[in-house]
């Protein structure tokens, strides 16, 4: 008889449509993908579209593209976050009846004048925690009173934060109808049985976030790894505000190359003329976490921004 193992490794990948892909996006999706090849394990694509505003037109096909021409195959079918707003509504309503969820009319002028800074930014005072004034539209916010989450994380070590003094009582559903990213990404995990999450370290204040709704949600909390982010020589995260070039598709082993020395694994100078094929053999045999900066951004070089 043949068993399968249970649990497999399930990583993703999640990029949010506002442009071309670009190095620092590149990094995230390089480590990804090589953590889940590395346990044999499937690597899914998410393209996070929640946020009308934001999301170019075209550039999620782009993005897909330049995966492909990079020789990054994704396994299963794309979930488009637009697409899943059921699911998150049902979280919302189940969210309100394990704690306190709810509806605030405040200002982010209002919250930046009466507030203590947080790591975020203004710590919500909690106005609206007993009833909100008359307003038509308003977000949906959850308590964080007396939550502290810990956790693990692969590079960056034991992470701890208080939510209600260093985040605050935390949106998840936006006055302009949008849910938010902290709920969307919680719920698409769990839904799409992600084991590992590999991700920018500009994420790693968002994970206590992510966990308190997983646990109140009695849904599975995923194994997290948060790689150094990219940033140019100002100190900035590379991005399409900041201009970051696009990913050359046509020759996209430069900026591969580039990506697996930024995350400290060392490829050797002969990898410059492999093709793609080559050159995700050695990295995948070669991939080593402990290798990858124990840092949260560092800079790269000015000709690479
Ligand atoms: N869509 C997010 C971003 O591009 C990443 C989401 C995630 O990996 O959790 O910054």
Redesign the pocket.
Known sequence: MHFRSEVRYRGRY???PTGPLHFG?LV?AVASYLDAKRHDGEWQVRI?DLDPPRTVIGAADDILRTLTACGMQWDGEIVYQGQRRAAYQAALAELGKRVHVYPCACSRREIADSAVRGIEGPVYPGTCRNGMREASAHAYRIDTRGVTIAFDDAVQGRIEQNLENQIGDFVLYRADRVYT?QLA?AVDDAAQGITD?V??A??LDSTPRQIYLLQLLNLPVPRYMHVPVAVNAAGEKLSKQTRAPAIDSQQPIPALLAALNFLGQQPPHDLARATITDLWAWAIAHWRRERIPRRREFAIPRHAE
């Open positions: 999640a990029p949010s996006s995230a996070d990213y990404v999450v991700r920018g500009d994420l």
